[in-house]
T-cell receptor, first 116, second 115 residues
Framework: AQTVTQSQPEMSVQEAETVTLSCTYD???????LFWYKQPPSRQMILVIR??????QNATENRFSVNFQKAAKSFSLKISDSQLGDTAMYFC?????????????FGKGTKLTVNP | DAGVTQSPTHLIKTRGQQVTLRCSPK?????VSWYQQALGQGPQFIFQ???????QRGNFPDRFSGHQFPNYSSELNVNALLLGDSALYLC????????FGDGYTFGSGTRLTVV
């Protein structure tokens, strides 16, 4: 079974600074997807960024980028120029490539607080 | 463009009772997945419905059951409620049979409290 571990229960950062959230996972699969989701107090899970395992290039979405190390099974999220609106729970998630029935396996999350 | 709609937003039930939660998927999506998120935890996969059939199931007892209707909306039913069933229940929809082609869209969840 796949597992996802987020070792930082809570983190804080000053506005405009950079922060990195850590995630490791365990799988014997070769084809899979990795995700970072944001869950603000509104409770809705919002996709921040996703990475296909077969792609060596790290994904980026504006201020958000990942460091994907497939051999080390590591998938960290870097948030640049942090904004107050980035305050939320962040979940790392894994999904096997099952050709259309993928389920998400989530970590326990990291609570990020951006301070003014 | 309506996203995923879940109802009700909050619910309080007594141990032993039964509950039904509802989900309307995003327009154009045909697959619905349900997740349980206990306080302080990440969501856990309950099951997924596609073409009105349960396609995949997580490690949840048979007290948890579901249904998908021809319009792709879905219900999650929980029988004989236990205190441990208290959680946020999230619905996620996706298109093209559940592939990540356009990703999953989550609703804001139903907060169930069992007393």
């Amino acid at each position: 079974a796949q597992t996802v571990t987020q070792s930082q229960p809570e983190m804080s950062v000053q506005e405009a600074e950079t922060v990195t959230l850590s995630c490791t996972y365990d799988t014997s699969e070769n084809n899979y997807y990795l995700f970072w989701y944001k869950q603000p107090p509104s409770r809705q899970m919002i996709l921040v960024i996703r990475q296909e395992a077969y792609k060596q290039q790290n994904a980026t979405e504006n201020r958000f980028s990942v460091n994907f190390q497939k051999a080390a099974k590591s998938f960290s999220l870097k948030i640049s120029d942090s904004q107050l609106g980035d305050t939320a729970m962040y979940f790392c998630a894994f999904a096997k490539d099952q050709g259309g029935s993928e389920k998400l396996v989530f970590g326990k999350g990291t609570k990020l607080t951006v301070n003014p | 463009d309506a996203g995923v709609t879940q109802s009700p937003t909050h619910l309080i039930k007594t141990r032993g009772q039964q509950v039904t939660l509802r989900c309307s998927p995003k327009s154009g999506h045909d697959t619905v997945s349900w997740y349980q998120q206990a306080l302080g935890q990440g969501p856990q996969f309950i099951f997924q419905y596609y073409e009105e059939e349960e396609r995949q199931r997580g490690n949840f007892p048979d007290r948890f059951s579901g249904h998908q209707f021809p319009n792709y909306s879905s219900e999650l039913n929980v029988n004989a409620l236990l205190l441990g069933d208290s959680a946020l229940y999230l619905c996620a929809s996706s298109g093209t049979g559940g592939s990540f082609g356009d990703g999953y869209t989550f609703g804001s969840g139903t907060r169930l409290t069992v007393v």
